[in-house]
């Protein structure tokens, strides 16, 4: 990673603050046992598989909130390039374009800019992860009977931000030599929602063809 990339990406430059499990606790261990797996030389296929003995759904929370960070940090690195005048319309290529609705203040699916599509989805997860009820991180309290549905939606969603940055925004990643960077997130995430079953391979196709080269 190029000095100057190392810079952005040790600042946080995100939209919101990093959500961290507790240093003592089972899940900070699988925290990190998942953060390990960045690491260059680690087989990712291998590494998202739910270890032996494990709760389901605490493996699922900690990737969650990773991915949440890491996708975070990711747009954060673009975000002054992706405005409402170069992206009027959130979509991936001509064929794809994602309407917000969270049945608030969109009850109905909306066409909105890109940026605009990308801070209410970062609120929106924020708001789920950092509720407790949905989210526990008290060793022993349980998670919601829904909870995998949550799940599935908060990644099904951050896919599309990987499908906006790819699509429309490569080329910056490119110049700030973040293109490993990025694509090893993208390849841990792709391993873990199909892994896990977590995002309908509908959703999937506009990545499908890089997604074949980059993840055999």
Known sequence: MSIALKQVFNKDKTFRPKRKSEPGTQRFELHKRAQASLNSGVDLKAAVQLPSGEDQNDWVAVHVVDFFNRINLIYGTICEFCTERTC??????????????????????????????????????????NNEEIFPTCVGVPFPKNFLQICKKILCR???VF????????DRVIVMGAEAHVNTCYKHFYYFVTEMNLIDR???????????????
């Open 88 to 129: 009027p319309v959130m979509s991936g290529g001509p064929k794809y374009e994602y309407r917000w609705q969270d049945d608030l203040k969109y009850k109905k699916p909306t066409a909105l800019p890109a940026p605009q599509y990308m801070n209410l989805l970062m609120d929106w997860i924020e708001v789920q992860i």
């Open 158 to 160: 951050l896919f599309r």
């Open 163 to 170: 499908v906006h940055v790819y699509i429309h925004h490569f």
């Open 202 to 216: 509908k959703e999937l196709e506009p990545l499908k063809e890089m997604t074949s080269r980059m993840c055999h």
